[in-house]
């Protein structure tokens, strides 16, 4: 097959980044940690981390570059027909992700302009300013789809020119930023409250509910278990060292993750908020910061904080929307930009419900009920395809290099650009992680997800 790939190894680890580093860093990450202990699930995370995200990545990069293909073929070429399901259960993950995913992309967005233009800049009641403005559907609405827009126009040029300079440009910018405001937040009274609940773990907090939650985020965080890392894989050469590159990803992924934590603390102990409080976090913490920083300062600080926020956004969904796209291209031999425009066009249309479920409409707002709380119908999305849908999906890989694929052919692709791999320690670790350990664990923590979840059983 021929496929126009990367142009250099920077490129491919700038893209992976740029799809790892996203909302789930800088939004996500800082809420799930305030909601289940601070330094408790920062341990918990990093475990999960090293011993689950780093072989799932490459184990799913390894199937993309030896399948030279989309998830779909990928597990149908080698493997079986009923194989090729799994590919196509990631695809479904991948579309009912990012409509979800986009709607919190579209609060990115409308938050850079309100904040550059307009009057969100304040200090008084921030959650309800939030609140209020993430119910106003006749917003949100224009700036979600702009994003998708946006996401689709950058898909719709290639992997090369679209996503390989996006990606690049916008990185560093970001990382820049951030060390930026950790230093400011940093200064500010009550400050060193925040840092201690982030980093002075108390593990009596850790429980199975904790775990899961790590877990859930780990695959989030890092773009996995849903095949976009077979996709992005199968677009590199035979030189690239996968477990180096893959290694520069999780290690970048998860700095960005830690200081975007170390940056919010501080800010919500020194204004008395409390770190609880869920996915309005990063939205309500903030810009009474930059509130208090004067309205010139606030408006270009809190302006630049949300437009590289939205580009981070921007590298996830371009990553998300590639994996329909890729497969159809591949499948049905459409042309790409027909491709960009159905699957953008659907995916924008399956979101409605997610953009409504935040008081817009009762219904889907409080759509179910578990896990003790209202769950609105974007929860739902993000429990049932984030955090059970991805380990289920990791889960199931490890299966298919255990039962399928074979440790075998995996070495064979781990050896091709890194001629040491054999011998080396790396593969130790990799195959008593994929052969014993993650298989046992995934599985286990998949049931137990489900079971406590959807069910209220909690076996441990
Ligand atoms: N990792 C991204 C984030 O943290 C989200 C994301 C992009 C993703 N592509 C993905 C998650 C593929 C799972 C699979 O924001």
């Not at 390894?62 to 399901?85: E, V």
């Not at 593990?203 to 996995?224: D, H, P, W």
């Not at 603390?265 to 920083?293: E, H, N, R």
């Not at 052919?409 to 350990?437: A, P, R, Y």
């Amino acid at each position: 097959m021929n496929r126009v790939g990367f142009s250099s190894r920077i490129g491919f680890v700038a893209a992976a980044a740029g799809s790892a580093v996203g909302l789930g860093n800088i939004w996500r990450f800082p809420y799930e940690t305030g909601q289940h202990g601070g330094a408790a699930f920062l341990v918990v995370y990093l475990i999960c981390i090293i011993i689950i995200g780093y072989p799932v990545m490459v184990g799913e990069i390894s199937l993309g570059r030896s399948a030279q293909a989309n998830p779909y073929r990928a597990y149908r070429s080698l493997g079986t027909k009923n194989w090729g399901l799994l590919g196509i259960w990631g695809i479904i993950c991948g579309i009912m992700f990012l409509s979800a995913y986009n709607v919190v992309a579209g609060w990115a967005f409308g938050y850079f302009l309100q904040i550059s233009f307009g009057d969100l800049l304040s200090t008084s009641d921030l959650p309800g300013k939030f609140g209020t403005y993430i119910a106003d559907i006749s917003d949100n609405f224009f700036y979600s789809l702009g994003f998708m827009v946006l996401t689709a126009i950058i898909v719709a040029g290639g992997i090369k020119k679209g996503i390989e300079t996006a990606s690049k440009i916008l990185m560093p910018l970001l990382f820049l930023l951030l060390i930026g405001l950790i230093a400011y937040s940093l200064t500010l009274e009550n400050a060193m409250e925040g840092v201690r609940f982030y980093l002075i773990p108390d593990f009596s907090l850790i429980n199975v509910r904790t775990i899961y939650s790590a877990l859930g985020q780990a695959f989030f965080s890092l773009s996995l278990g849903m095949g976009a890392l077979i996709t992005y894989g199968s677009y590199i050469s035979k030189k690239e060292n996968i477990g180096n590159s893959a290694g520069m990803v999780v290690f970048t992924d998860t700095m960005v993750a830690f200081l975007a934590g170390l940056m919010i603390f501080p800010l919500v102990f020194s204004q008395g908020q409390t770190p609880t409080q869920g996915p309005g976090l990063v939205f309500v913490a903030l810009p009474g910061i930059f509130a208090q920083m004067g309205l010139i300062t606030g408006k270009i600080v809190g302006g630049a904080f949300f437009l590289l926020l939205c580009f981070a956004a921007l590298t996830s969904t371009i990553s998300l929307l590639e994996i329909p796209t890729t497969y159809l291209v591949d499948e049905k031999r459409w042309p790409r930009l027909r491709v960009v425009i159905l699957s953008a066009t659907v995916i924008f249309l399956v979101s409605l419900p997610s953009m409504l479920s935040h008081g817009a409409i009762d219904f889907f707002t409080r759509f179910l009920h578990y896990e003790g709380v209202d769950k609105s119908f974007f929860d739902l999305v993000f429990d049932v395809f984030s955090d059970v849908g991805l380990p289920l999906g990791g889960f199931l890989m490890m299966i298919f290099i255990n039962k399928k694929w074979g440790m075998k052919s995996f070495d064979e692709e781990m050896t091709q650009g890194n001629s040491n791999f054999v011998t080396g320690i790396l593969k130790t670790f990799l195959h008593f992680m994929i052969i014993w350990v993650n298989p046992v664990l995934l599985g286990i923590m998949v049931v137990v997800t489900v079971l406590q979840k959807f069910f209220g059983i909690i076996i441990f």
